[in-house]
Structures are given as structure tokens and as C-alpha cells.
């Protein structure tokens, strides 16, 4: 143990952290040897690695509490984007408050390890509630498109979102990774693969998976990025969570589909929208739903197989 994180957590954080110097070396490599060239976004794109990485470990060293607090902020500025981007109605403005309102209640039952209500709370209580409090505004011009969007927003932003959170309350058991170990094993796995599918993409990248929702996804992208993602979750897994190699290969798969699943969704409410980005909160990057995209889908896919798994 050092500063109280278990040893494989601990460097699979050094691993994070010793990347980010490399990539900030090679961009300080680049721009001296082709100072011509404008490598803004790069800076900025890294440097906004460099907090988001580091907000991210002190809270998850400092506390569960904090953890799960800080995640639930995610939640709010998530939902926050979303209902700024996609047209509301102004009668539904109550509405969106009690959505809002679902946000400290949700991350309550995390923080109490209440997995019956966790699991409930929105898909069913926040489902039936917030329609009936449209129906009381008396307003139903636009009202299935309106509740259709507002209850989207709070299991996309919400309810997924939450999923990683409760990863912090489960038993452990694997002690070397401790409490944090399946929540580094998840976010890591399902940001590596956004970059694994990116450069198969880019290296070998021909033929159009969904041309009409994002013209730059390739098959040869997508099976390249499922195959490292699935290889490498399979080595990892054991080291991070209670998984065995085979089962880390299943969770690897399951990341891997899940979370291009997860971007091309969200990329679709963008083009919809006819927007590149879901807002401009993290430098070089866009919106907090441009980089939680695919946690949307491999949160709740991945808990829930580590769940019945092993719980």
C-alpha cells in the first residue's frame, strides 16, 4: 500500500500518469521540430488530460464519499449539457427541476450501498413521476417528444452514470486493487478503446460502419479497437478486479461493443442537432458528453456483468 491505494491500483495510476508525460513530450517534441505546424488542440486536448486524470485520482484516493460525490457532479453538468443542447418546452422547466432533483437522490442510495433502490429509483419511480407532473402543467402540445427527452437525458446522464459510482460500493475482493480497482479497470479500458478503435481507424481504416452518423467510423476501426480492447482487458482484468483472465476477456467484448454503441449515440443526438460538439466545457475535448459518451453504455454493462458475476 501506498497513501492508502492498493498496489495494482496504485500502478495502474503510475501506468495513466507515465503516459501523460509521454504524450506531453512528444507534443513538446513535435512543436520544436515543426514549429510551423499549429498544434494547439493537441496542447489542449493534453492538458485537459492532466486535470481530468488528476481530479479523478486525488478524489478516488481521498475518499468513497468524495468519489461518489464527484461523480455525481459529472451527473449534473452531463444532464445540465444535454437539456441545454436538445429544444424543451418552457412549461416543462418544473419538470426539469425534479430531474435535476433525482440527481442527489440517486447518488444517496449509492452512497448508502442501496442496490434495490439504486437499481429502481429512476427506470421506475423518476419514469412514472415526471410525467405526471407534466400532465398536472396541463400543457400536451409536444408532450410525448418532450417526455420522451427528458426521461433520455436521466438515464443517459443519470442513471449510467451512477453505475460507476456503486463500482466503489461493492464488497472487495480483490484487496491488491482494492475499492477503486473496477472503476480504474472501467474507465481506462473504455477510453483506451475509443483510442485503439481511433488509430485502427486512421491506420487501416476503409470501409464506412455508419457513414450517415459518423463519417469516420470504419469497420477495420472498430474490430481493431474490439480485439486490442478485448486482448487487453483479458491481461488486466485479474489485476484490477475479481475477474479471471477468461472473464476479463468477456468483459474486454463487452466494453469494447458497448462503448462505440455509446459514441455513435450520442454522436447521432449531435448530427441531429447538426452540432460537432455537445458544448466547449473541456478545452480541445468539447463537452462533458464528449467524453462520457461511451461510459453511458459500458458502465451499466460492465457493472451488472461484474455484479451477477460475482455478487
Known amino acids: 500500500m501506498f497513501f492508502n491505494i492498493p498496489q495494482y491500483s496504485f500502478y495502474t495510476m503510475a501506468t495513466v500518469v507515465g503516459l501523460l508525460v509521454l504524450a506531453t513530450v512528444v507534443r513538446l517534441y513535435l512543436k520544436n521540430k515543426y514549429p510551423a505546424t499549429d498544434y494547439t488542440e493537441l496542447r489542449q486536448r493534453i492538458q485537459s488530460w492532466w486535470v481530468m486524470i488528476g481530479l479523478l485520482f486525488v478524489v478516488l484516493t481521498v475518499s468513497k464519499t468524495a468519489a461518489v460525490v464527484f461523480f455525481g457532479f459529472l451527473s449534473f453538468l452531463a444532464l445540465k449539457e444535454f437539456l441545454s443542447i436538445v429544444p424543451t418546452r418552457l412549461t416543462d422547466r418544473k419538470v426539469i427541476f425534479w430531474a435535476y432533483l433525482s440527481i442527489p437522490f440517486q447518488y444517496y442510495w449509492v452512497s448508502a450501498g442501496w442496490y434495490g433502490m439504486f437499481i429502481i429509483f429512476i427506470p421506475v419511480y423518476v419514469f412514472l413521476f415526471l410525467p405526471m407532473c407534466m400532465v398536472l402543467k396541463g400543457d400536451t402540445k409536444g408532450f410525448i417528444r418532450s417526455a420522451g427527452i427528458i426521461h433520455w437525458a436521466t438515464m443517459l446522464t443519470v442513471f449510467s452514470i451512477s453505475h460507476i459510482a456503486f463500482l466503489l460500493m461493492l464488497p472487495v475482493k480483490n484487496e491488491l486493487a482494492g475499492f477503486v480497482g473496477p472503476v480504474l479497470f472501467l474507465l481506462f479500458m473504455t477510453q483506451f478503446n475509443d483510442v485503439c478503435q481511433y488509430v485502427w481507424g486512421k491506420l ?96 451499466p454493462l460492465f457493472f451488472h456483468f461484474l455484479y451477477y458475476t460475482y455478487y
Open 204 to 299: 487501416l481504416g476503409k470501409h464506412k460502419i455508419i457513414p450517415k452518423v459518423s463519417p469516420n467510423k470504419t469497420w477495420e476501426g472498430f474490430l481493431g479497437g474490439l480485439v486490442t480492447i478485448t486482448i487487453c482487458a483479458g491481461l488486466v482484468a485479474p489485476l484490477l478486479t475479481p475477474l479471471s483472465n477468461l472473464q476479463g476477456l468477456m468483459a474486454g467484448a463487452l466494453i469494447g461493443a458497448s462503448g462505440f454503441i455509446g459514441d455513435v449515440v450520442i454522436s447521432s443526438v449531435k448530427r441531429d442537432l447538426d452540432i460537432k460538439d455537445s458544448g466547449n466545457f473541456i478545452p480541445g475535448h468539447g463537452g462533458i458528453l464528449d467524453r462520457l459518451d461511451s461510459l453511458t453504455y459500458t458502465a
